[in-house]
Nanobody
Framework: QVQLVESGGGLVQAGGSLRLSCVASGRTSSSKTMAWFRQTPGKEREFVAAIDWSDGNTDYADSVKGRFTISRDNVKNTVTLQMNSLKPEDTAVYYC???????????????WGQGTQVTVSS
C-alpha cells in the first residue's frame, strides 16, 4: 500500500501562483509514476501532469503546458506541482495519484490522496 497526502492548496487571484506537494509513504518502492489530477463538481476527474520516479520524464495536459511544472524528490518521497499564471478555470480539487506499472501515458492509477482545494478568483 502507498499512502499519499497532499498540501498547499488555497485561494489565489488569477495570474498568481501556488505550489502543491504530495508526500508518499508506505511501500513507496513499488510506485513507478506519480501524477496530479483535478476535479470540479459534476465533472470527471481530469489528468493534469505525471512524472516517472526513476527517470524524471514528465507528461502534461495541454491545458496546463507552459504554466505548471511537476517535479519529484526521490529522497523525500515528495512530488510537487508548481502552478503559475493561474486561471479561474484551474479551480478544482487537486488529487495526487500513484501507480505501480504502466507507461507514463497510461492514465489508470492505483493509489489516491484525499485532495486539496485550489480556488482561483477572477
Amino acid at each position: 500500500q502507498v499512502q499519499l497526502v497532499e498540501s498547499g492548496g488555497g485561494l489565489v487571484q488569477a495570474g498568481g501562483s501556488l505550489r502543491l506537494s504530495c508526500v508518499a509513504s508506505g511501500r513507496t518502492s513499488s510506485s513507478k509514476t506519480m501524477a496530479w489530477f483535478r476535479q470540479t463538481p459534476g465533472k470527471e476527474r481530469e489528468f493534469v501532469a505525471a512524472i516517472d520516479w526513476s527517470d524524471g520524464n514528465t507528461d502534461y495536459a495541454d491545458s496546463v503546458k507552459g504554466r505548471f511544472t511537476i517535479s519529484r524528490d526521490n529522497v523525500k518521497n515528495t512530488v510537487t506541482l508548481q502552478m503559475n499564471s493561474l486561471k479561474p478555470e484551474d479551480t478544482a480539487v487537486y488529487y495526487c495519484a500513484a501507480k505501480v506499472s504502466g507507461s507514463l501515458w497510461y492514465r489508470k492509477y492505483d493509489y489516491w490522496g484525499q485532495g486539496t482545494q485550489v480556488t482561483v478568483s477572477s
